[in-house]
């Protein structure tokens, strides 16, 4: 039986999350200065790192960047506009910019010519 945490979408998924993760904390630690931030922020990163390896050791550096970059470039926008309702602070060209970043790095990872 396959370990489900081991597979390399899995991996994807907790990266991206991970990263996600990361960044939103970073930020609070600059708006708050908190130690316990900072800490938490030290101690995930290296997971970050970590898992991108592992997700580049089965997909390819390319493949693994653009499958994890679009989760971890999608996520703190995500985070940022919903929960932190930064989406009042931006201008129509700023999310139509925001929304194509994440359109072309999905392209990028979605429509990819077979592999020989």
Not at 3 to 16: E, G, Q, R, T
């Amino acid at each position: 039986m396959k370990n489900l945490f081991l597979s390399p979408w899995a991996v994807v998924l907790l990266c991206a999350l991970l990263s996600t993760l990361t960044d939103t904390l970073g930020t609070l630690w600059w708006e708050k200065k908190d130690l316990s931030i900072l800490l938490v922020t030290v101690f995930l990163s290296p997971l970050v790192f970590l898992s991108f390896g592992y997700v580049g050791r089965h997909f390819g550096l390319a493949m693994a960047s653009s499958l994890t970059n679009t989760l971890i470039v999608a996520g703190p926008i995500l985070v940022g506009l919903i929960f932190r309702q930064e989406i009042r602070r931006l201008s129509l060209s700023q999310m139509i910019g925001m929304t194509l970043l994440v359109a072309g790095i999905t392209v990028l990872a979605c429509f990819r010519p077979p592999a020989d």
